[in-house]
Protein backbone atom coordinates (compact mmCIF):
# COMPACT_ATOMS: atom_id res chain seq x y z
CA UNK A 1 0.00 0.00 0.00
CA UNK A 2 1.31 3.41 -1.01
CA UNK A 3 -0.30 6.79 0.02
CA UNK A 4 1.40 10.03 -2.02
CA UNK A 5 0.07 13.57 -1.04
CA UNK A 6 1.06 16.37 -3.70
CA UNK A 7 0.21 19.88 -3.91
CA UNK A 8 1.76 21.25 -0.99
CA UNK A 9 3.55 25.22 -1.78
CA UNK A 10 4.30 28.17 -0.19
CA UNK A 11 1.80 30.87 -0.99
CA UNK A 12 0.82 34.27 0.41
CA UNK A 13 -1.99 34.72 3.10
CA UNK A 14 -5.36 34.52 1.58
CA UNK A 15 -4.50 31.86 -1.01
CA UNK A 16 -5.79 28.53 -2.57
CA UNK A 17 -4.15 25.20 -2.48
CA UNK A 18 -5.34 22.14 -3.46
CA UNK A 19 -4.03 18.89 -2.11
CA UNK A 20 -4.28 15.41 -3.69
CA UNK A 21 -3.49 11.89 -2.21
CA UNK A 22 -3.37 9.27 -4.53
CA UNK A 23 -3.39 5.57 -2.78
CA UNK A 24 -2.26 2.62 -4.95
CA UNK A 25 -2.66 -1.08 -3.69
CA UNK A 26 -5.72 -0.74 -1.83
CA UNK A 27 -9.21 0.27 -2.84
CA UNK A 28 -10.40 3.48 -1.34
CA UNK A 29 -14.27 3.34 -1.80
CA UNK A 30 -14.87 1.59 1.20
CA UNK A 31 -12.83 3.56 3.36
CA UNK A 32 -12.89 6.75 5.78
CA UNK A 33 -10.56 9.00 4.19
CA UNK A 34 -8.84 11.54 6.55
CA UNK A 35 -6.48 14.49 6.61
CA UNK A 36 -3.88 15.68 8.85
CA UNK A 37 -1.37 18.26 9.65
CA UNK A 38 1.28 18.77 11.75
CA UNK A 39 2.91 22.40 12.21
CA UNK A 40 6.86 22.19 14.12
CA UNK A 41 6.55 21.90 17.44
CA UNK A 42 3.13 20.48 17.36
CA UNK A 43 1.41 17.33 17.54
CA UNK A 44 -0.33 15.90 14.48
CA UNK A 45 -3.87 16.94 14.47
CA UNK A 46 -6.63 16.09 12.64
CA UNK A 47 -8.35 18.69 9.97
CA UNK A 48 -10.67 16.87 7.98
CA UNK A 49 -12.51 13.67 7.10
CA UNK A 50 -14.76 12.33 4.67
CA UNK A 51 -16.84 9.51 4.74
CA UNK A 52 -16.75 5.95 2.44
CA UNK A 53 -19.63 7.55 0.33
CA UNK A 54 -18.54 11.13 0.35
CA UNK A 55 -21.79 12.19 1.89
CA UNK A 56 -20.16 13.26 5.40
CA UNK A 57 -17.36 15.40 5.04
CA UNK A 58 -16.21 16.55 8.77
CA UNK A 59 -13.87 19.55 10.06
CA UNK A 60 -12.05 20.82 12.48
CA UNK A 61 -13.45 23.89 13.75
CA UNK A 62 -10.06 26.07 12.86
CA UNK A 63 -10.55 25.16 8.87
CA UNK A 64 -14.33 24.63 8.76
CA UNK A 65 -15.87 27.33 5.84
CA UNK A 66 -12.28 27.80 4.46
CA UNK A 67 -11.07 23.90 3.65
CA UNK A 68 -13.37 21.36 1.82
CA UNK A 69 -12.34 17.56 1.72
CA UNK A 70 -13.98 15.34 -1.48
CA UNK A 71 -12.83 11.93 -2.90
CA UNK A 72 -12.76 10.41 -6.38
CA UNK A 73 -12.94 6.58 -6.25
CA UNK A 74 -12.40 5.91 -9.50
CA UNK A 75 -9.31 7.83 -9.23
CA UNK A 76 -8.38 6.57 -5.65
CA UNK A 77 -7.57 10.00 -4.88
CA UNK A 78 -8.61 12.17 -2.37
CA UNK A 79 -8.08 15.90 -2.30
CA UNK A 80 -7.95 19.19 -0.08
CA UNK A 81 -8.78 22.25 -1.19
CA UNK A 82 -8.16 25.11 1.08
CA UNK A 83 -8.87 29.07 0.75
CA UNK A 84 -8.45 31.91 2.71
CA UNK A 85 -5.38 30.47 3.35
CA UNK A 86 -3.47 31.68 7.07
CA UNK A 87 -0.17 31.74 8.64
CA UNK A 88 -1.30 29.39 11.18
CA UNK A 89 -2.19 27.10 8.43
CA UNK A 90 1.18 26.30 8.24
CA UNK A 91 2.12 22.22 8.48
CA UNK A 92 3.02 19.45 6.94
CA UNK A 93 -0.59 18.10 5.21
CA UNK A 94 -0.55 14.06 5.33
CA UNK A 95 -3.10 11.87 4.33
CA UNK A 96 -4.61 8.75 6.03
CA UNK A 97 -6.62 5.77 4.99
CA UNK A 98 -7.11 2.58 7.79
CA UNK A 99 -3.65 2.26 9.29
CA UNK A 100 -1.41 4.00 6.21
CA UNK A 101 0.27 7.30 6.21
CA UNK A 102 1.64 9.15 3.57
CA UNK A 103 4.73 11.11 3.61
CA UNK A 104 2.90 14.38 3.64
CA UNK A 105 3.66 17.60 1.46
CA UNK A 106 4.15 20.89 3.22
CA UNK A 107 2.17 23.53 2.79
CA UNK A 108 3.88 26.70 4.04
CA UNK A 109 1.58 30.51 4.03
CA UNK A 110 3.88 32.95 4.15
CA UNK A 111 4.00 36.76 2.75
Known amino acids: VQVVESGGALVQPGGSLRLSCLVSGFTISSYVMSWYRQAPGKEREWVAGISSSGGTRNYADSVKGRFTISRDSAKNTVYLQMNSLKPEDTAVYYC?????WGQGTQVTVSS
Open 96 to 100: KIERY
